[in-house]
């Protein structure tokens, strides 16, 4: 059993910054891929950024040069940093990663965190 739980997210005025932080726990042998993901209301789910457990990276073209994702491979854990937040970001954020057990290779969601951009 792999859980993923987020943390970090809340209300920020435009132009602020928030860190998002996201742990894996449970039984497995390899992070693979991991990834952060968000959903507006009424909105479908869209990619923010992913990165590999060599550390290559990719953003959606709307947070590049704004967020920065980043992994701690001793911790099992995924990053993002977010900063010059504006109201459109505001979304549910999700991590997601891909995890090697004893099953074999599975793709994991977090429950996600609020992220809210408002003056």
């Known amino acids: 059993q792999v859980q993923l739980v987020e943390s970090g997210g809340g209300l920020v005025q435009p132009g602020g910054s928030l860190r998002l932080s996201c742990a894996a726990s449970?039984?497995?042998?390899?992070?693979?891929?991991m990834g952060w993901y968000r959903q507006a209301p009424g909105k479908q789910r869209d990619l923010v950024a992913t990165?590999?457990?060599?550390?290559?990276?990719n953003y959606a073209d709307s947070v590049k040069g704004r967020f920065t994702i980043s992994r701690d491979n001793a911790k099992s854990a995924v990053y993002l940093q977010m900063n010059s937040l504006e109201p459109e970001d505001t979304a549910v954020y999700y991590c997601?990663?891909?995890?090697?057990?004893?099953?074999?290779?599975?793709?994991?969601w977090g429950r996600g965190t609020q992220v809210t951009v408002s003056s």
């Open positions: 449970g039984s497995f042998s390899v992070i693979g891929v």
């Open positions: 997601d990663a891909f995890v090697r057990t004893a099953a074999g290779l599975g793709h994991y």
């Open positions: 990165i590999t457990s060599g550390g290559s990276t």
